[in-house]
């Protein structure tokens, strides 16, 4: 064998002696005994997530949807053939989805950067479409900050 070959093998055989000496040092999980659950982090799927999603979707919009017990927060990046009032839409799906939170709010994205963000309580949404106030009262109730 050649000095190069040799000096070859060794530094592969080094290399290997190195990994296994790491592999042996790595924490290790205890195994389970029978009939003992691990502990995990509960994750908590919500349906209004995956409905309201769907619902934007159809759109033609591909937004992060966030439903919690206090409000619904949706933002995208709207698509250039969209018009940006589709927020109204926006607004009445996520109600409908999620009635009894509190605030809605929607994070609008023009080409990937910030642009709008149209904030309303879930309840003026509501009356909006049940045809209890006018749209333009609805507008009113409306909170929008440019970007």
Do not use: C, H
């Not at 159809?58 to 250039?80: A, C, F, K, S």
């Amino acid at each position: 064998m050649s000095r190069k070959g040799l000096f070859g093998l060794v530094v592969v055989i080094i290399i290997v002696v190195i990994a296994v000496t790491a592999l042996m040092f790595l924490p290790r999980e205890k195994p389970l005994k029978p009939g003992v659950t691990p502990e995990a982090e509960v994750i908590e799927l919500r349906e209004e997530n995956t409905t309201l999603y769907a619902l934007l979707y159809q759109m033609g919009l591909d937004p992060l949807v966030d439903v919690t017990d206090q409000r619904v927060l949706v933002r995208y990046n709207l698509p250039e053939e969209i018009n940006e009032e589709t927020y109204y839409r926006v607004l009445a799906y996520s109600a409908r989805v999620a009635p009894n939170t509190k605030e809605i709010i929607i994070q609008i994205y023009r080409d990937y950067s910030p642009y709008l963000e149209v904030r309303t309580n879930t309840q003026d949404v509501l009356s909006w479409i049940g045809g209890e106030v006018s749209r333009e009262e609805f507008s009113n109730r409306i909170r929008r900050e440019a970007k």
